[in-house]
């Protein structure tokens, strides 16, 4: 008996089945992906760029340029708290949860047809206050190159 077209194709989906579900299976067994010092490190970077540029966009009432840049400084700063679960650091996470509310309000605030420019300054400088408290309490800076790092205690 020859295999029909129908037939190939329930034979074709049962194959893909196994092949993804079994893909599936072995990603729900291992843990959520690592999010190491590095990556925190990386990101913070890139957020402290967007952020400085989205500050400066701001002061020239360049608003839609603003809002890229702050929508890459989030995007990077949404991961991160993959980080702080990891350590149990409830209140870094509670930090992370704040900083995210300030830019989603920033955000809107220069979305509305008249953006009020002192506004979305002060709402910048309220998301970078939340990034300077949580350096204070978690990453130190080195006095010679002046970048940041997580503090040794926590990488243990």
């Known amino acids: 008996m020859r295999p029909t077209k129908g037939r190939y194709a329930r ?3 049962a194959a893909v089945s196994l ?3 079994g ?9 959520y992906p690592i999010y190491t010092a590095d990556h925190l490190s990386q990101s913070m970077k890139t957020v402290g760029l967007a952020l400085g540029l989205a500050e400066h966009a701001i002061g020239k009432n ?3 340029n603003a809002k890229d840049y702050l929508i890459r400084a989030r995007d990077q700063l949404s991961p991160s708290i993959t980080f702080w679960r990891d350590r149990k650091l409830t209140d870094a996470v509670a930090m992370l ?3 995210l509310k300030k830019m989603d309000a920033l955000d809107a605030a220069m979305s509305t047809d008249r953006v009020d ?12 206050g939340s ?18 790092r997580v503090k ?4 243990r």
Do not use: M, N
Not at 24 to 29: G, R, S, T, V, Y
Not at 131 to 148: G, N, V
Not at 152 to 155: S, V
């Open 11 to 13: 034979l074709a989906a």
């Open 19 to 21: 092949v993804f579900g």
């Open 23 to 31: 893909s599936i299976a072995l990603a729900q067994k291992s843990p």
């Open 62 to 64: 360049d608003f839609e």
């Open 97 to 99: 949860r704040d900083t």
């Open 117 to 128: 420019a002192r506004a979305a300054a002060g709402l910048a400088k309220q998301v970078t």
């Open 131 to 148: 990034c300077d408290a949580c350096h204070a309490k978690y990453r130190e800076q080195d006095p010679a190159t002046k970048a940041y």
């Open 152 to 155: 040794p205690e926590l990488l």
